[in-house]
């Protein structure tokens, strides 16, 4: 049972408008009912707020669907891709479109519950960033030791301390995407968590973490496990780690003149 009763005069105490979006490939089974799940759980908290569809390129009914809806609820918009352009790009479509003083994302495949969302909001009153991991990763075997060593790999690397790095349950809030404090994008795939933490972090924003519970997938399919994904996560990794140094040597360098 996902559901819970709880006290939520905190929650909505801890924000006055919150912009939630999912970024959605050919999931025409799930994005209907998560997009009514947010709905209510938005609405009970009394707050400003609007829900965005990212529809990456679905070649399924995805982007149908998630007109319909948009048409019968003004809280909801929509952004569509033309073509598939990767995860990255739909996360970066969805904070460019975000207008709410906090931003939260999570997945169209429904494997996470938006009703663990609200508990998050007291947490960012103290810090920038929610990160949030996963409980029982409902995930095979083998894709679950390939995201511990990610993470570990990637944590040693730009010196995290982050437990579930591509966890799909995180709140920001909206200033460190747009000025004056914004960070620069540029992953269209799968490294996007990776260079949002880690930009976020070199710049002094703050980052907390929770637990959250995880679900098996009921509709679709899995995408992002494919060699060539993977190969061109690392690829970039290494590019993403010499832009920051490059931009701490600048920065070093410009403090550095009289």
Known sequence: MRHETRDTSDERRATNSISVFFPCYNEQDNVARIVEQALVVLENLGADFEVIIVNDGSSDATGRIADEIAGRNSRVKVVHHQSNLGYGAALQSGFRAATKELIFYTD?????????????????????????????????????????????FVCLLFGMKIRDIDCAFKLYKR???????????????????TEILARAVNRGYTVTQKAVHHYPRTAGAQTGANLRVIFRAFKELFKLRRQIREEDEKCEAKNAKP
């Not at 200033?175 to 968590?193: M, N, Q, Y």
């Open 175 to 193: 200033e460190i995407f747009h000025p004056p404090g914004r960070i620069k994008l540029l992953s269209t795939g799968a490294l996007i968590d």
């Open 108 to 152: 169209g495949d429904g494997q996470f519950d938006i009703n663990e969302m609200p508990p998050l909001l007291p947490l960012i009153k103290q810090y920038d960033i929610v990160s949030c991991y996963r409980l029982n990763r409902q995930d095979s075997f083998l894709r679950k030791i390939n995201g511990w060593c990610w993470t570990k």
